[in-house]
């Protein structure tokens, strides 16, 4: 089972979905500005070794990449070791950000997806 169909099991990750705000906005500026917004906010809020607000960095609306951050258990390092088995002692990786940005924006993907159909 691979890790979207893993987060579809579960009732707390399975509950979030893009709003209808959060596609206009993927359609304003585009998947690639999102992406850039996902490395912008993994970096700056995820992967530095240590993280006084750790639990509680990722706001729950206000930005897609938010909302796949809890959709896709990578919102704060607890869930990250958990969920994706990466251990929260240390600063991330540049490869440990290019798999939780491509996680993020699979799941961005997907939901933009279903809003089209």
Not at 2 to 8: A, D, Q
Not at 21 to 41: L, P, T
Not at 51 to 71: C, M, R, S, W, Y
Request: hydrophobic share 35%; net charge positive.
């Amino acid at each position: 089972m691979n890790i979207l169909e893993r987060f579809s099991k579960s009732k707390f990750r399975s509950s979030f979905h893009l709003k209808k705000q959060d596609i206009e906005y993927v359609d304003k500026v585009g998947i690639e500005k999102i992406k850039s917004h996902a490395y912008d906010f993994i970096t700056k809020r995820l992967a530095p070794e240590i993280l006084e607000n750790d639990g509680h960095q990722t706001p729950f609306k206000g930005h897609p990449v938010f909302i796949a951050e809890h959709a896709t258990a990578t919102c704060c390092r607890g869930c990250l070791e958990k969920w994706h088995k990466i251990d929260k002692n240390h600063e991330l990786t540049s490869k440990e950000i290019e798999y939780i940005v491509n996680i993020i924006m699979k799941w961005i993907e997907k939901e933009y997806g279903k809003s089209k159909m």
